[in-house]
């Protein structure tokens, strides 16, 4: 099946660390930018973190800006998102999926990117 495999969620206090992984199945994702999103209970998905497929660009969504780190490793068809700091407000499920960067930046990636795997729960809470 042609998706990614997302992993890594879990349950977390406040002030913590997840490292969440997701792996290519089915494609090659090398030609990719690949992005992170996330949806909570109750609200539309929204963009998480982005990284262009050559030049290892990287975006960040305001509300995550200098505690999420994006990162990715082709010759293992992964992507990684090193999420420190967590808030109650990042209790979502993750997801990521393939596309193109601009429209990742411009935020239209939920309706325009691919690949989406069955994303992995993370939950922030004391």
């Known amino acids: 099946q042609v998706q990614f495999v997302e992993s890594g969620g879990g349950l977390v206090q406040p002030g913590g660390s997840l490292r969440l992984s997701c792996e290519a199945s089915?494609?090659?994702?090398?030609?990719?930018?690949i992005g992170w999103f996330r949806q909570a209970p109750g609200k539309e998905r929204e963009g998480v973190s982005c990284i262009s497929a050559f030049d290892q660009r990287t975006y960040y969504g305001d509300s995550v800006k200098g505690r999420f780190t994006i990162s990715r490793d082709n010759a293992k068809k992964t992507v990684h998102l090193q999420m420190n700091g967590l808030k109650p407000e990042d209790t979502a499920i993750y997801y990521c999926?393939?596309?193109?960067?601009?429209?990742?930046?411009?935020?239209?990636?939920?309706?325009?990117?691919?690949?989406w795997g069955q994303g992995t729960q993370v939950t922030v809470s004391s």
């Open positions: 999926a393939a596309g193109a960067y601009n429209d990742f930046v411009a935020g239209s990636g939920t309706s325009t990117y691919h690949y």
């Open positions: 089915g494609f090659t994702m090398d030609y990719y930018a």
